[in-house]
């Protein structure tokens, strides 16, 4: 069971903060984290490693600082990792990012055949969701969004079953390997690595793989130059100027409380209480 | 297969990281454990950096490690509810590098000492607590951590594991800190452009100012307070002895909350966004408090040995040279090839004992008592001191001579002719 787990390096959103002045983004001292999606997809594949064995790779395309998210994935119990890090990649928008790791995965399976690759549903600071279904789209994979359980692996018969989250319910489904299979968050907790995970991850030497090595011929597809998004402007919301507001009346009686709410609601909204009126009618 | 270590370091503070780095420097092979999930994740300081220490550890540190700016000025403030008489040293000789005192901050430096510690080849890891020491017989022989297969031999450890000092109290090489020996301090930092400070505490760009608080602003308890100027942002905060906490049962935010609606401080901290929040305790308890630090096959440093001089405001000075000292304790054992008995090993508190460590910690021994036990220092004395200074300075027709001689009957009324002078004997036991 040979799984490739794909994961970003992202700031570390609950810590952001906007210049109060400039209203730019911050980012000086923002901790970069592993995208916590991600995690869940990491600890899915460690559990089928786990159940079959075989290997997990973890992938990162990314600056040479996203080592250090690889180096964590080691530590929860990871085999391999592959830092996939270019000049050329810079600037990337989702569609030269999942153009860039599938490139890495085909290169990957050259040396060893990929049963599964897993992301996380999304990340936390693009908030897409577009990676994960255009690698498999690229490798020609099964695309398995949003799973919140695998049932069954079936080696022999080269299928698997899983659990998914959708609209107004669960679907099971039931699909052929290989697969790519997007983690939905809350299905699983991270486990804490052993002392020697902890020592390799901190030993280890990181596969750092440029352009070239990630298999990518043509540089137009990846960084910039892939992407066709352009960012027109980047701008801090305006905060609203209403706030909530406690509204109380001397009885406390429900019917009071409705009168003084439906008031206040009147007031603001005189186009509500014309249409109640009019309905009334 | 457990691992083996020549050192074993407890902790990524400014004294394990000195400890770690000057045992790989000095070529031995060291692991260090850090709890947090970065080196500095858990650290809490004020923070001031005193050059000299690291500059002994690190002699280029000024090139890359991330400092905020360099002190030019002091103010002393003795405070009343609503008015403080103080002192200021401002002087040119601060502009001149290399610089003594730095503003820091604490997450951004203590990560820079670690990669430098990374660097000099010691292997750090980090969310990784050491739950208690392997003993052999007396001898520490590694520590085991919360991790599966987590438990790891040494030659040597060094414990720098902070105030609590968990370990060496599990192991039972001393009893549980007391309150009156700790002080709990609270601290925010406060977001402000960098204009702004600079035109409000009138300084230029990377100059920065000190402002050392005591007076009323601890409602009686022994402590003091400070507000130290970053590049973006303004650190105030307030530390009082935890029993001193204990017995006025007075919370430490409702003490910092008052203290910012000081009517000297708050304009300083007008307009500003809070960033963070942290609290801490610091080992105030003095040279007659520092316990054990030594023993078969370990060594303490820092906090966790009580290294802290609460008078003069130093700590991360005296941790990184306790770490940088036991670790040369080490290192030189090593060297001769002699192993890490305590009769070996006493030779670390011999080398504290003639550095300023222990010299300072010695001299100001009466001091935590003499405080603790005359609150009139930090309430009465800051009053009469302010109500003497309107007195003289406010311009009302009353003469010299009688507006003089209403000060000196205010002193005498509250503290009593004989209570002053033995006021004055203790002030100077304090500190002689």
């Known amino acids: ?281 | 297969m457990a691992e083996k270590f020549d050192a074993i370091v407890v902790g990524a503070g400014p004294a394990g990281n000195a400890a770690a780095y000057t045992l790989a420097k000095g070529g031995l092979k060291v692991l260090q454990l850090e709890r947090g999930e970065y080196p500095g994740s858990k650290n809490v300081q004020g923070a001031i950096l005193y050059s000299d220490a690291l500059e002994r550890i690190i002699a280029n540190f000024r090139d890359d490690a991330p400092l905020e700016r360099h002190l030019i000025e002091q103010r002393v403030w003795i405070l009343d509810d609503e008015s403080y008489v103080g002192t200021t040293y401002r002087s040119a000789q601060f502009n001149q590098p290399p610089y003594n005192r730095y503003t820091i901050i604490r997450a951004h430096f203590d990560k820079w000492f670690s990669s430098r510690v990374q660097q000099a080849g010691a292997l750090v890891i980090c969310e990784t607590t050491v739950n208690e020491l392997l003993l052999d017989g007396k001898r520490v022989v590694g520590v085991r951590t919360d991790r599966q297969g987590g438990d790891i031999y040494a030659d040597v450890v060094i414990l720098a594991d902070g105030v609590n000092s968990l370990l060496a109290r599990k192991a039972g090489f001393h009893p549980e800190i007391k309150s009156k020996d700790v002080a709990l301090a609270v601290k925010e930092i406060h977001f402000l452009p960098q204009e702004t400070i600079e035109s409000r505490f009138n300084i230029g760009e990377d100059e920065g100012v000190v402002i050392e608080m005591a007076g009323k602003i601890s409602q009686g308890m022994m402590g003091t307070g400070f507000l130290y100027t970053n590049k973006e942002s303004i650190t105030l905060g307030i530390g009082c002895m935890l029993s001193d906490f204990k017995c006025q049962r007075t919370t430490p935010y409702a003490l910092l909350e008052k203290m910012k609606a000081h009517p000297a401080i708050r304009p300083l901290i007008e307009g500003g966004e809070m960033k963070e929040y942290a609290a801490h305790l610091i080992p105030e308890g003095g040279y007659d408090a520092v316990p054990p630090i030594y023993g078969e096959g370990w060594l303490i440093a820092g906090d966790a040995g009580m290294f802290v001089n609460g008078l003069h405001r130093e700590g991360s000075n005296l941790a990184m040279t306790t770490g940088q000292t036991a670790a040369r304790t080490v290192l030189d054992l090593a060297a001769a090839g002699k192993p890490f008995s305590a009769k070996n090993l006493a030779r670390y508190r011999e080398r504290l004992d003639d550095s300023f460590v222990m010299k300072d910690l010695k001299k100001y021994r009466r001091a935590p008592e003499i405080f603790h036990d005359n609150s009139q220092f930090f309430t009465t004395y800051p009053e009469l001191l302010n109500r003497a200074a309107h007195t003289l300075i406010r311009v009302d027709g009353v003469d010299k001579k009688t507006k003089e001689r209403e000060i000196r009957r205010n002193f005498v009324a509250r503290r009593s002719a004989w209570g002053l002078i033995g006021d004055a004997f203790k002030m100077w036991r304090a500190f002689e």
């Open chain 1, 1 to 281: 069971m040979h799984s490739v787990v794909c994961i970003k390096q992202v700031p570390d959103s609950a810590q952001i903060r906007v210049h109060p002045v400039t209203n730019t983004i911050m980012r000086q001292g923002v901790p970069a984290i592993i995208n916590p999606y991600d995690l869940f997809a990491l600890e899915q594949a460690l559990r089928l490693k786990d159940r079959f064995g075989g290997t997990v790779t973890v992938v990162t395309m990314g600056p040479p600082q996203a080592e250090v998210a690889l180096r964590k994935a080691l530590s929860f119990g990871a085999d391999e990792a592959i830092l996939v890090s270019d000049r050329a990649f810079a600037g990337a928008d989702t569609l030269a990012t999942s153009c860039a790791l599938a490139s890495t995965i085909r290169q990957i399976r050259k040396n060893m055949p990929v049963d599964i690759v897993f992301t996380g549903k999304q990340t936390i600071d693009g908030d897409t969701a577009q990676v994960g279904p255009g690698i498999a789209r690229r490798l020609d994979l099964q695309l398995l969004t949003y799973v919140s359980r695998i049932l069954e692996v079936d080696h022999g018969a080269r299928q698997i079953r899983v659990e998914r989250r959708a609209e107004g319910g669960v679907q099971v489904l039931r699909t052929a390997l290989p697969c790519l299979i997007t983690m939905l968050e809350g299905t699983n907790e991270m486990r804490f690595g052993t002392m020697a995970d902890m020592f390799r991850a901190a030993r280890a030497e990181l596969k750092v793989w440029d352009r070239l090595a990630a298999g990518i011929e043509d540089p137009s597809l990846v960084g910039l130059k892939g992407s066709p998004t352009v960012v027109g402007k980047v701008f801090a919301p305006k905060p609203r100027a209403l706030r909530a507001e406690m509204i109380e009346t001397a009885t406390q009686e429900p019917k009071d409380l409705a009168v003084t709410l439906l008031a206040k609601l009147f007031t603001q909204h005189p186009r509500i209480e014309r249409e109640l009126a009019r309905r009334a009618v």
